[in-house]
């Protein structure tokens, strides 16, 4: 299995809004469920947001009502949608699986760096 590919980063002011990417190989891409996590500095990886196979989705309460998480099967890709960004929101985002039994990837990507500036 190869490491996700996480894109789409940058810097935003308070306010702003940001759509992140993220490609994964593999043929079980559309029966996984797919997740994003972020780590801002100095602090353990948090998980933000899930999306099944099925479409059913999971927020943390700190994103919720703000991020959206969706995916495209075809593409083996799943995004996340960041509106009304909060510098407490900077950290490297980082995408990954959970298979059927719901075991989680040990493939991490090198994540994308989200900075949100006040």
């Known amino acids: 299995q190869v490491q996700p590919v996480e894109s789409g980063g940058g810097l935003v002011q308070a306010g702003g809004s940001l759509r992140l990417s993220c490609t994964a190989s593999?043929?079980?891409?559309?029966?996984?469920?797919m997740e994003w996590y972020r780590q801002a500095p100095e602090k353990q990886r948090e998980w933000v947001a899930s999306?099944?196979?099925?479409?059913?989705?999971n927020y943390a309460n700190s994103v919720k009502g703000r991020f959206t998480i969706s995916r495209d099967n075809a593409e083996n890709t799943v995004y996340l949608q960041m509106n009304s960004l909060k510098p407490e929101d900077t950290a490297v985002y980082y995408c990954?699986?959970?298979?059927?039994?719901?075991?989680?990837?040990?493939?991490w990507g090198r994540g994308t760096q989200v900075t949100v500036s006040s």
């Open positions: 999306l099944t196979s099925g479409g059913n989705t």
């Open positions: 593999g043929s079980t891409f559309k029966i996984n469920t």
């Open positions: 990954n699986s959970r298979n059927v039994l719901g075991i989680l990837s040990a493939y």
